[in-house]
């Protein structure tokens, strides 16, 4: 967060940074939901919807559910959230009582630790490396779970490291949870941006699990903040109280445009098969600078670098290379601490040129490490 | 909340329901603000905004804040939120810590508890009547107050009163929480929507208050989930730090609707001489009835009546006007425990033709009773 403000800085005094740290899609919002969105604001509806959403976008998404994934989901288990960090806040308040605690990976997304510790729980961290994937494997949660464990969460593909968990893991993982008597949240915001894989939704193995999605990455929507959560029929009752308390209910433009965006579908393959250019063209270029890319990554926008062969300290490696040369990229210790100061994330929503750019500033800077 | 479910199951059955327990203005966000928002989505930016909000707005509100009150708020205190349930959420993650207390009207806006809860703290009741104009006094804030109570609510206009506390009574709260260590939390959301007075900022007598307000009520704008926070310079950083974590931001789009919402000045007053005529109305129509009106109400779009020469019930009154004449109100329960049998709330957020038709049911069915 301090790096991408002093990028900032750097910015507005009239450098030229390229912004591999930010995870964001750089694409506009498909022109299809704009048109949506046109049509949705004369239509003079500007009021509340259900605090658990437009119930028209709740059965687009149970449609889509079918379509994508095979799988029946009604649509009153569908609650519609501002944005994902919506989602988050509201399974976390719904789920966790004081001092329960819920399984993450590490490394992992940082405000996943501080969502639970906002409901008042204590989030766990689990190192995990090249060996699962980097995600949790069932061993490592018998291993971690405790008797006040209410949950573990699985972001696939994952952020920082861009790697999908295996089938055969995701449904040991959900089968291992709902054992010990706890809930799989799978966050499957990067769903859609894989690259020679197709992820599969954990409700697929578990219909038990608790899956969270929006609109922000595969549909480039973020500034719209619409997401939502997929909650087994136990939880749709304590669920719906938090919503009607803690957000009355998400923006209803959004919404419409949302149902607009499940349609989307060419805009979708056209951005994926954008980001997937950059991320071949990284993963070729960045092992030659000296970043060891363990796991080849097949989803999201990220790829996650062993740097141990440059430098022991990432993050000052990625301070200097951002002072010296204006490259902005994010060390490890964003995403935890298990092997932190060896590892950083590249993300590539950024347009080709500016990555060629980076990558030739890197080389030029790295040169004498490499060589 | 049942009560607005049943309301919604006999009129999905055909019946018609005259609605005066929904806290929703009834009008369509204003034109010159939806085109705005046309503009807006024309311009591809479907990008998050900073997480304290769009500068642009912030300075907008900066500006209105000095023509409105006349005080001088620097546009970095102001921080922007989805609605002011993201900001009532924000300031209590930001301020409390676990088993931290705030004071509270009672009968008062319902969700205060709920978010004061989810924050780790104690929500502490502090009955009010009309002596007060059914606002926290000084007097009341020295007796409730305790050694770790951080903030004390005034919500001004009252939901469900009304009533707007005085300059004095204002002044002297604001003083009182200061001189205490703790907070004045001033929610401003139904300023503007006053008759014959006007509800002055807390900030017009204490800098170091903490003031909500919203684009929801007085310009219509529910659905758009766009609200603020001014909040003192030494809160800033620990709200930035809950707001990246928690929202990222507020809706863009909305953000930039809001921008043109500051300058819809006639809309406003177009809607706010709409309510007063529905006001005025109810305040003749209701105490013949036999609804005691004890304070007058001069603010939101409230009316909280006196009902203990109709019933003892208020619970069951409101239900049995529901199922028998299909006028739905709210039963003073919702807003707290202190003299709640004895009243109800009625909104006036709904046209004439409804609120006529209404009183006639209500004079039909209450005839035996006030005869």
């Known amino acids: 967060m301090q790096l991408l403000e002093r990028a900032k800085q750097l910015e507005a005094a009239g450098r030229r940074i390229v912004h591999m740290e930010i995870g964001e899609p750089d694409f506009s919002t498909p022109a299809s939901v704009i048109d949506a969105a046109h049509a949705a604001l004369d239509s003079g509806d500007s009021f509340y919807t259900p605090s658990t959403g437009n119930p028209a976008l709740q059965q687009a998404i149970a449609r889509w559910y079918r379509e994508e994934y095979g799988v029946d989901v009604s649509p009153e288990r569908i609650l519609i959230t501002p944005g994902t960090s919506g989602a988050f806040s509201l399974i976390y308040a719904a789920l966790i009582e004081a001092g329960e605690s819920v399984l993450l990976s590490d490394p992992g997304y940082p405000c996943q630790r501080n969502f639970i510790r906002l409901a ?19 061993g490592l949660i018998e291993q971690y779970w405790q008797s006040g464990t209410r949950a573990a969460v699985v972001i696939n593909p994952s952020n920082p490291t861009g790697t999908l968990i295996s089938d055969d893991a995701l449904q040991q993982v959900a089968a291992t949870c709902r054992r010990l008597g706890g809930y799989l949240i799978s966050d499957e915001i ?182």
Request: glycine share 8%; aromatic share 12%; net charge negative.
């Open 120 to 138: 008042g729980g204590e989030p766990v961290s689990v190192p995990v490396g090249p060996e699962t994937l980097y995600h949790l494997s069932p």
């Open 190 to 371: 990067y769903h859609g941006l894989t690259y020679g894989l197709k992820a599969r939704c954990a409700l697929e193995f578990d219909d038990n699990a608790i899956v969270v999605n929006g609109f922000s990455k595969r549909w480039a929507m973020t500034g719209w903040r619409i997401g939502w959560v997929i909650v087994p029929e136990e939880l749709i009752d304590a669920c719906r109280r938090v919503m009607q308390n803690i957000f009355i209910a998400a923006p209803t433009l959004s919404q419409y445009a949302a149902i607009a965006a499940l349609r989307a579908t060419d805009d979708c393959e056209r951005m994926r098969l954008a980001y997937d250019e950059r991320r071949r063209y990284l993963l070729e270029a960045l092992p030659e600078l000296g970043f060891d890319i363990v796991v080849q990554p097949q989803g999201a926008f990220y790829i996650y670098a062993n740097v141990e062969r440059i430098t022991d300290d990432a993050k000052s490696f990625c301070w200097e290379i951002l002072e010296n040369v204006g490259v902005a990229i994010t060390p490890g210790e964003d995403f935890g601490t298990y092997r932190a100061a060896g590892h950083v994330r590249f993300s590539y929503a950024t347009g080709m040129d500016d990555i060629r750019l980076g990558v030739a500033r890197l080389r030029e800077w790295l040169q004498p490490v490499s060589a």
